[in-house]
């Protein structure tokens, strides 16, 4: 898929991630290798001053994608937001922690439900990316997902258990 492609799957898958727990901070359905919201380990990289919006945190992940071939990719990116904002006021360790894992799951389901044998792994981790900086930044406003994570965070590396024998990518 191009990226013309991507960017209107994206806008039309848009409203359905919206929709799903990600944005409204509900349960989630975990599948074999998913990502968890213990996954999400943040760091106050800017200290919040009083009660206004302000302060940042971001966590690290290389988070592993497995083919039925064997071959395993490391999708690299961090997560980053605001402490508080003016939208949602305090934003918790649990609330952020929760709504970057949903909507980091809701962001692999959409973008790997089309991917196929023949799809780069690099080249969905970057569609994964930015359909998880949509989605995420829509449930937290001013997150953001990068493409490196932030100087000094340690990443919490997520391998999957084994290859996929159930028609994974």
């Known amino acids: ?17 919206l929709s799903s727990a990600c944005a409204t901070g509900g349960s989630a ?5 998913a990502l968890r919201p213990r996954h999400f380990v943040f760091h106050e990289v800017v200290k919040q001053r009083g009660k206004k919006p302000g302060g940042w945190m971001a966590a690290c992940l290389h988070v592993g994608i497995a083919r039925d071939t064997g071959e395993l990719f490391y ?22 922690q929760s709504l970057s894992a949903s ?6 389901r959409t973008t790997f439900a089309g991917a196929t044998p023949a799809t780069p792994t690099g080249i969905a981790c970057e569609e994964f990316k930015t ?6 930044n829509t449930a937290i406003k001013g997150a ?3 493409k490196i994570c932030a100087q ?7 391998t999957p258990p084994g290859p996929t024998t159930s028609g994974g990518m």
């Not at 359905?29 to 290798?33: A, F, N």
């Not at 980053?80 to 952020?96: F, L, R, T, V």
């Not at 359909?131 to 995420?136: E, K, S």
């Open 1 to 17: 898929m191009g990226a013309s492609g991507f960017w209107k799957a994206a806008v039309a898958l848009c409203g359905v991630a």
């Open 29 to 33: 359905t975990y599948v074999e290798g």
């Open 75 to 96: 999708c690299k990116f961090g997560v980053e937001m605001p402490i508080a904002n003016s939208a949602q006021g305090a934003i918790s360790m649990e609330q952020a």
């Open 103 to 108: 909507c980091a799951n809701q962001a692999a």
């Open 131 to 136: 359909f998880y900086d949509l989605t995420l």
């Open 144 to 146: 953001h997902v990068t």
């Open 152 to 158: 000094g965070i340690e990443p919490v590396v997520v």
